[in-house]
């Protein structure tokens, strides 16, 4: 990769206070393209306010984040839009009988004119990001009757549809069951083969951030603890998760893969 | 993006509309037929002058209420949203009562006072619900959704303090003017509410896209490029200009508003750039048909197109209900 690119997204000493309370302190960092990252740290960390100053829906009263060099917040909507997707952790909750097809349409809003008519572009790339995220055969079902792991996979065709660099992603699959979970990861990882987009995930589980990503991040108490690559962090695995977490770590090697994995255990 | 079955549905629809519109001035206290319209009889007259300007105003304040009702629903993410819920025909009310307490009679610019007394208390309200959501950003639906409710209520004991205090012949002319009417004299009062439901519903139907995405949450909508402060300001404001006219005109109508959207919700997909002219359509042809009920149910005399409304309304919803359940609609 050229050195002397600038990175994708670039935050600069961040901070952000809701109602006089601070859940982010002075956070800076700079995410290369092509990279992919996992956010972790405890609730209340402070994980979905850095990840929704970075998809430019807070106003940053300290601080700048810049994306492609150029400061979010002076972005129009719709140029924004174009680079950055959000996939909020409340996306769960659907308030109305979309088709799925009509709900990914909803994807190419930046993309549209005047009424948001859509043409034939349009349609072959909601199909394309149909496909790709292995939902195809729901495109005409109704949101309403979609299963929870149905659900999050539109969420992301719809992310798709945008066709933006960046994708950013609150707990995509905290809610889901081992199979979906997995759906999920490689239908992140496909995103990123496919099309480069550097994806951003929060995540609880941390085998999979130690594993999935090239980097991570993570947040305790409103401050950056660690920001860098994975193996690093796998370097200093399991101490530092009982930093993170305040929760003991074990690593236990699997006897018939001898793949590690870290599991939960004494509380120091 | 209008596809297949959709379309087909709202053609049904405009081309009903249609029927509507041409067949309702001919029923009433008597039958008009068409062969009396052009021999300068006293049906000519009646046709003319008194049927065709109240069912074009019925038309205008159903279509209008219920694309506010619809607005509401999507922008605050609640089903039971309406122009209603949000205070703006109590406010409407208030300022009605007070002009009727005070005795104002007579019109400016072909409205009566009482109308203007209307307008204003239902910009009133809806200044409070603009203020709430513009002064206080983190302003969440519920919280402005219950401070529309607070407001109601607010403007309820009012008026109900007005009534107590008010002479029995005011009493009941407040009461009256409550249960919604479309006694329509003449074109003038069509013309003087025209500019502004016009004005209104254009900005909606220019932001139905919006809608959609209103509808899935600001931070999403917002993520897409939409841009939620100015879009929801605008659609407020709207919403001010068709509700203020029309419950200036024809009263509080209720049931409308908040009802016919979700008859559309349960007929067509949920796609705002469908339900937007479908709910048009539907809310004018059902207060239409109503109007006419309130025509003919107790002929010579009149009944308030309010109390019709729900009449007719509720149980026809209530059935819809039922039926629903199969196909995992949701209402909201």
């Given at each position: 990769m050229n050195t002397q690119s600038s990175p994708i997204i670039e935050t600069k000493n961040?901070?952000?206070?809701?109602?006089?309370?601070?859940?982010?302190?002075?956070?800076?960092?700079?995410?290369?393209?092509?990279?992919?990252?996992?956010?972790?740290?405890?609730?209340?960390?402070?994980?979905?306010?850095?990840?929704?100053?970075?998809?430019?829906?807070?106003?940053?009263?300290?601080?700048?984040?810049?994306?492609?060099?150029?400061?979010?917040?002076?972005?129009?909507?719709?140029?924004?839009?174009?680079?950055?997707?959000?996939?909020?952790?409340?996306?769960?909750?659907?308030?109305?009988?979309?088709?799925?097809?009509?709900?990914?349409?909803?994807?190419?809003?930046?993309?549209?004119?005047l009424m948001?008519?859509?043409?034939?572009?349009?349609?072959?790339?909601?199909?394309?990001?149909?496909?790709?995220?292995?939902?195809?055969?729901?495109?005409?079902?109704?949101?309403?009757?979609?299963?929870?792991?149905?659900?999050?996979?539109?969420?992301?065709?719809?992310?798709?549809?945008?066709?933006?660099?960046?994708?950013?992603?609150?707990?995509?699959?905290?809610?889901?069951?081992?199979?979906?979970?997995?759906?999920?990861?490689?239908?992140l990882d496909r995103i990123h083969i496919e099309?480069?987009?550097s994806v951003i995930t929060i995540t609880h589980d941390a085998n999979a951030a130690i594993s999935r990503f090239t980097n991570l991040l993570a947040l305790v108490d409103d401050r950056l603890f660690y920001c860098g690559t994975t193996t690093d962090f796998r370097q200093q695995c399991p101490a530092i998760l009982t930093d993170i977490f305040s929760v003991g770590f074990e690593e236990a090697r699997c006897s018939s893969t001898g793949r590690t994995i870290i599991v939960p255990g004494e509380t120091p | 993006m209008i596809r297949g079955s959709s379309f087909f549905?709202?053609?049904?629809?405009?081309?009903?509309?249609?029927?509507?519109?041409?067949?309702?001035?001919?029923?009433?206290?008597?039958?008009?037929?068409?062969?009396?319209?052009?021999?300068?009889?006293?049906?000519?007259?009646?046709?003319?002058?008194?049927r065709v300007p109240r069912v074009l105003a019925a038309f205008i304040a159903g279509s209008g209420l219920a694309l506010c009702g619809m607005m509401f629903q999507a922008m605050f993410r609640n089903p039971l949203a309406d122009p209603f819920t949000l205070g703006i025909s109590s406010g409407a009310s208030c300022g009605a009562a007070i002009t009727i307490l005070m005795?104002?009679?007579?019109?400016?610019?072909?409205?009566?006072?009482?109308?203007?007394?209307?307008?204003?208390?239902?910009?009133?309200?809806?200044?409070?619900v603009y203020a709430l959501s513009s002064l206080q950003r983190?302003?969440?639906?519920?919280?402005?959704?219950?401070?529309?409710?607070?407001?109601?209520?607010?403007?309820?004991?009012?008026?109900?303090?007005?009534?107590?205090?008010?002479?029995?012949?005011?009493?009941?002319h407040i009461v009256r003017w409550l249960m919604g009417g479309i006694e329509i004299f003449g074109y003038q009062q069509i013309l003087s509410m025209l500019p502004f439901v016009v004005t209104g519903m254009i900005i909606v139907l220019l932001k139905l896209p919006e809608l959609d995405h209103l509808l899935t949450g600001d931070d999403l909508a917002k993520s897409r490029g939409v841009r939620v402060g100015l879009t929801k300001n605008l659609l407020l404001l709207a919403a001010t200009l068709i509700v203020g006219s029309i419950v200036a005109?024809?009263?509080?109508?209720?049931?409308?508003?908040?009802?016919?959207?979700?008859?559309?919700?349960?007929?067509?997909?949920?796609?705002?750039?469908?339900?937007?002219?479908?709910?048009?359509?539907?809310?004018?042809?059902?207060?239409?048909?109503?109007?006419?009920?309130?025509?003919?149910?107790?002929?010579?005399?009149?009944?308030?197109?309010?109390?019709?409304?729900?009449?007719?309304?509720?149980?026809?919803?209530?059935?819809?209900?039922?039926?629903?359940?199969?196909k995992g609609i949701s209402l909201d």
């Open positions: 961040l901070s952000f206070a809701y109602n006089g309370r601070m859940v982010l302190q002075g956070i800076s960092l700079a995410i290369e393209k092509g990279q992919t990252w996992s956010i972790i740290g405890k609730n209340g960390a402070g994980k979905s306010t850095l990840i929704k100053c970075i998809a430019g829906l807070l106003p940053v009263p300290a601080g700048t984040v810049l994306v492609n060099s150029i400061d979010i917040l002076r972005m129009k909507p719709r140029e924004r839009a174009k680079v950055i997707s959000y996939v909020p952790q409340a996306a769960g909750r659907v308030h109305a009988s979309y088709t799925v097809h009509d709900y990914v349409m909803l994807g190419r809003f930046p993309y549209q004119g948001a008519i859509s043409n034939e572009n349009d349609r072959k790339i909601v199909l394309d990001a149909l496909q790709l995220t292995d939902v195809a055969h729901l495109k005409d079902r109704l949101m309403t009757t979609l299963s929870g792991g149905e659900l999050q996979r539109v969420f992301l065709a719809g992310a798709v549809a945008q066709q933006s660099e960046i994708l950013l992603l609150d707990e995509p699959a905290t809610f889901l069951d081992p199979l979906h979970q997995e759906m999920i990861r490689k239908t099309f480069g987009t | 549905h709202l053609l049904v629809l405009f081309f009903a509309a249609c029927v509507v519109l041409v067949t309702a001035p001919f029923v009433g206290m008597d039958l008009i037929s068409p062969s009396q319209l052009f021999n300068n009889s006293l049906q000519t007259t009646i046709f003319f002058t008194l005795g104002m009679n007579g019109a400016l610019f072909g409205l009566s006072y009482i109308s203007i007394g209307a307008f204003c208390g239902a910009a009133l309200s809806m200044a409070f983190t302003a969440s639906n519920l919280t402005m959704l219950l401070s529309g409710i607070a407001i109601s209520f607010l403007f309820s004991s009012i008026l109900m303090f007005m009534q107590y205090i008010s002479s029995l012949r005011d009493s009941f005109v024809c009263g509080p109508i209720g049931f409308v508003g908040l009802m016919t959207p979700h008859i559309c919700k349960m007929l067509f997909k949920t796609r705002h750039t469908v339900l937007g002219p479908a709910s048009f359509l539907a809310g004018g042809i059902f207060l239409v048909l109503c109007d006419t009920a309130a025509r003919v149910v107790i002929a010579p005399a009149e009944m308030p197109v309010g109390v019709i409304t729900a009449l007719f309304g509720g149980p026809f919803f209530l059935w819809l209900l039922f039926m629903r359940k199969a």
